[in-house]
Structure formats: structure tokens, C-alpha cells
């Protein structure tokens, strides 16, 4: 099935490294993604990782996937208050239908 | 480069009304998605076109329909407007079936 879980909230302090985690139930899944969005804004692609790997850094951001367990996360290193903002993690299912199943969001507080 | 570009940024209906919500993907884009992102529902997948034709919709009633032009641009329409059709709808855009989607800025309905 398609399900993808996220926890609701996160806060953390100016400086800090931010974790944001999701897990997923379908192992079709083949690319894995993360998308920011700020208030009344779409969607910003952040970074995303192929299921054979099993992790992606990008300057700032580290995606670490476990697909033994589902599980996904994103590290945001030195977090500053512009990253305030809702996460989404989403997975592609079955190429040939190209459809994102987004989580339910993590939304960031980043405090000075 | 021109981002996904959607419009109007706001509609505003009454019940049973018909909606129509315009998106431009990216030069050279030939996929559009379609998502819709209600409160208390997260986001979820609507429709896709490529090169002009329905490729998949996702778990939406036949009311939701659209259509992708010649220049790739793409077209939403919803009729006999209900109130909970209320929510942020998002286009997004990828190069030939790609792995990345972008989004557009995303036409808030709003259903009265």
C-alpha cells in the first residue's frame, strides 16, 4: 500500500541540526524526496535519493534512507530561521504511473 | 529559467459552480501534474499529462477532469463545486517523465 508517515512538529534553536523523519510502506518505491514549503508558498524541491543508495549529501542537507526499514530522514546541519518552514517527504511509486505520495508534512519552528 | 507558473493565484466560487485553474510548466517541460492540497487531507495526486494525453488520475470523481495543450500548458477543471473541492491546488512540471516534479506557487480555491 501507499502510506507515508511523518511526525507533525519539530523545534529546534538557531545553530542546531535539525532532523526530520518519515517512513514509507511501499517497497516499489524508487526515488524519495524532500519538499519544503513556507506559508502561502508551493512546493520547493529540496533534494531527493534513488532507493539503491543510502545516502545524499547537499551541502547543508544529509538524506538518509533505510530501505531494510522504510525509513527516511533529513538532516539539516546549522538551521537557521529561514528553514522555518513544513517538510514534506514523498516516495515515487511504480514509474510508470509518475505519482508522488507525500507524508503529512513536519512543519519547523527555528528559533533565534 | 522561468519557473511553473499557475493561475489565478486566488478563485473564489459558490456551490455548484464550475472552476477552470491554468498552469505553464517549465520551457521544455512535458509532463503536468496535478495536485490537490486540502486541510486536513495533505497533498494528493490528481492528474497527469504528458504530450497531451491523460496518463493517470488518482482517487478523485469524474467532476475533476482537464487537459493538456499543444504548447504543454494544462488546464484544471472542476464543476458542480462542493465545499470541500475549498483547497490549495498545485501543478507541477517535469522534463520527459523525469524523477524531479516542480511545483508552481499553487491557485487557491475557495468554495462558498
Redesign the interface.
Given at each position: 500500500g501507499e502510506d507515508v508517515e511523518q511526525s507533525l512538529f519539530l523545534s529546534v534553536r538557531e545553530g542546531d541540526s535539525s532532523v526530520i523523519n518519515c517512513t514509507y510502506t511501499d517497497s516499489s518505491s524508487?526515488?524519495l524526496y524532500w519538499?519544503k514549503q513556507e506559508p502561502g508558498?508551493?512546493?520547493?524541491?529540496l533534494t531527493?535519493i534513488f532507493s539503491n543508495m543510502d545516502m545524499k549529501q547537499d551541502q547543508r542537507l544529509t538524506v538518509l534512507l533505510n530501505k531494510k526499514d522504510k525509513h527516511l530522514s533529513l538532516r539539516i546541519a546549522d538551521t537557521q530561521t529561514g528553514d522555518s518552514a513544513i517538510y514534506?517527504c514523498?516516495e515515487?511509486v511504480n514509474t510508470g504511473?509518475?505519482?508522488?505520495?507525500?507524508?503529512?508534512?513536519t512543519r519547523l519552528l527555528v528559533s533565534p | 529559467e522561468a519557473g511553473?507558473t499557475q493561475s489565478p493565484t486566488h478563485l473564489i466560487k459558490t456551490r455548484g459552480q464550475q472552476a477552470t485553474l491554468r498552469c505553464s510548466p517549465i520551457s521544455g517541460h512535458t509532463?503536468v501534474?496535478w495536485?490537490q492540497q486540502a486541510l486536513g487531507l495533505?497533498?494528493?495526486?490528481l492528474l497527469?499529462y504528458?504530450e497531451g494525453e491523460e496518463?493517470?488520475r488518482?482517487n478523485f470523481p469524474p467532476r475533476f477532469s482537464g487537459r493538456q495543450f499543444p504548447n504543454y500548458s494544462s488546464e484544471l477543471n472542476v464543476n458542480a463545486l462542493e465545499l470541500e473541492d475549498s483547497a490549495l491546488y498545485?501543478c507541477?512540471s517535469?522534463l520527459d517523465?523525469g524523477?524531479?516534479?516542480?511545483?508552481?506557487?499553487?491557485t487557491r480555491l475557495t468554495v462558498l
Open positions: 524508487t526515488y519538499y508558498a508551493g512546493l520547493q524541491l531527493y514534506f514523498a515515487r504511473f509518475q505519482k508522488l505520495v507525500f507524508g503529512t508534512g | 511553473v509532463s501534474y495536485y495533505g497533498l494528493q495526486f497527469w504528458d496518463r493517470n488518482g498545485l507541477a517535469s517523465r524523477r524531479e516534479q516542480f511545483f508552481g506557487p499553487g
